[in-house]
């Protein structure tokens, strides 16, 4: 309770997660600081935060809680891949590759339990510095200032989209410049794929003309489609559309911007027989979403006269297909 309450940094949210009243929690509390000697929380503004004694507390909570963790992955390690549990945090733009590796996880380990937490950037970072999860899914972790091990498993490319009947499609070579122009549909703040987007056009001395910032990708296309712009998406997430003929890939200088997937986990903790098996599955599908991956770059090139079977330069096709293969030597 007392470990809800410090990380939600509220009574209430936390007696909402607890299926609880808020009045029970804080009479709880109050027993909890009685016993103590010390109040164990004040208030700051709308929310609380735990005191000198609160901290100490907590501490402790978490060191029980850790404890038992890693007594549950002991355990279920004794019992080999028959049972288990596994968590999985993914940030969010990950749901476009991740539950598809998880199903076929589930489909050769039937026994296996699982849960997947799906939430931005900030919340993932929150929920690792908590261990709340075994193994975790993103593309940037080198700000976490965490100490974690980051295994690449996939390529994450990203790629300047339009829709099928925008002025710049079939274009060549566009220049960053020239994207000045346009109108450019972001994510909202916070999110990986707006600040990996935003450094790029600054590298190139861009300033882009930000008409609209949205808090997903599917908003993102629909925007996309309703002639609002155009954006620069994870190949991964306009997969399932791109033989629809409604989305194009724009051949834009110094795109597709390279990024990779990664499985995170912290190394204070030990990994359980079920996370190494899943973090090694998931490497071993590289191959197979490398496969997908080109099959829908070749898919939106052809819809903007690019495909490699026709008479565009093959610059521009090694240059955008290549973008998939980046760092496959990694991923073996």
């Not at 080999?80 to 991740?98: D, E």
């Not at 498993?153 to 274009?171: E, K, T, Y």
């Not at 990779?260 to 098996?277: D, F, G, P």
Request: overall charge neutral.
């Amino acid at each position: 309770m007392l470990e809800a309450i410090v990380r939600l940094g509220s009574f209430t949210r936390a007696a909402e997660e607890l299926f609880l009243t808020q009045p029970t929690v804080s009479m709880q509390i109050k027993k909890l600081s009685d016993s103590i000697g010390a109040p164990l929380f004040h208030h700051v503004g709308r929310t609380v935060e735990p005191t000198d004694a609160g901290r100490e507390v907590y501490g402790a909570c978490r060191g029980i809680l850790n404890g038992l963790a890693n007594l549950e992955t002991k355990l279920a390690d004794l019992k080999g891949l028959r049972s288990g549990r596994l968590r999985l945090g993914v940030i969010t733009t990950a749901t476009y590759v991740a539950p598809e590796i998880l199903g076929a996880f589930c489909q050769r380990y039937a026994g296996i339990d699982v849960s997947l937490n799906v939430t931005n950037r900030d919340q993932l970072f929150e929920r690792l510095s908590a261990h709340d999860d075994d193994l975790y899914v993103m593309g940037q972790h080198h700000d976490l200032g965490y100490d974690v091990d980051a295994v690449p498993f996939a390529s994450n490319p990203l790629v300047m989209i339009a829709r099928a009947d925008h002025p710049l499609v079939g274009s060549t070579r566009i220049p960053m410049r020239r994207l000045a122009d346009e109108n450019l549909l972001l994510r909202e703040p916070g999110s990986g794929v707006r600040d990996a987007v935003l450094k790029h056009f600054t590298a190139a001395g861009v300033e882009p003309r930000v008409r609209m910032q949205l808090g997903s990708s599917e908003a993102i296309k629909h925007a996309i489609l309703g002639g609002l712009g155009i954006s620069a998406l994870s190949l991964h997430t306009v997969r399932l559309e791109s033989n629809g003929g409604r989305f194009a890939v724009l051949d834009v200088e110094g795109f597709p911007i390279r990024r990779r997937w990664h499985i995170v986990y912290s190394k204070t903790r030990e990994l359980s027989l079920v996370a190494q098996t899943f973090r090694d599955f998931a490497i071993a599908s590289e191959a197979d979403i490398r496969a997908q991956l080109h099959e829908a770059m070749t898919a939106l090139m052809r819809v903007s006269g690019l495909c490699p079977a026709s008479d565009t330069d093959p610059q521009i096709s090694a240059r955008m297909l290549g973008a998939i293969e980046a760092g496959a030597e990694d991923f073996a």
